[in-house]
């Protein structure tokens, strides 16, 4: 843990390095009582910056992206289409992504993905995510694009 950061302006850059001092120092408190740190993005002028969405969670509790994609499962379920199944590995290009959450906002690519080997969050279309996660994976390549 590097202590000394020597911080004289504020940049994208230090504000990267405040990041990693909160959570350098807060996060082994935090792990030792079972909770999580979670930051938002980042507002600053030359002297201050301000993170937004600073938020304490449980560690073994869901974040929101995840709460958004159980909530999008019992809206399937009320709508009588089969849910999303959250414990499944679905395959795309060769590898293995497992349904991490559920972007309210995006209207083309609103479910998140996470590669199991080697991590990385991607996002994906509904269709995508229906043939991987439903069942009715047909072996075709979906879109996939970066989080």
Do not use: C, W
């Amino acid at each position: 843990m590097k202590t000394q950061y020597n911080i004289e302006e504020i940049n994208p850059a230090t504000i990267s390095a405040i990041r990693e001092i909160i959570k350098d120092s807060l996060g082994v408190i935090m792990e030792d009582n079972g909770l999580v740190l979670d930051f938002g993005n980042a507002t600053y002028d030359k002297d201050s910056v301000k993170f937004t969405n600073f938020k304490v969670r449980l560690a073994n509790a869901d974040n929101e992206m995840m709460k958004f994609l159980k909530q999008e499962n019992e809206y399937r379920v009320m709508h009588e289409e089969k849910p999303f199944d959250l414990e499944k590995e679905g395959t795309m290009n060769g590898q293995q992504y497992t349904l991490v959450g559920y972007n309210r906002r995006a209207r083309k690519m609103p479910y998140i993905v996470k590669r199991v080997i080697g991590g990385g969050e991607f996002k994906i279309a509904e269709h995508t995510a229906i043939r991987m996660f439903v069942g009715l994976f047909d072996g075709t390549n979906g879109h996939l694009e970066a989080k």
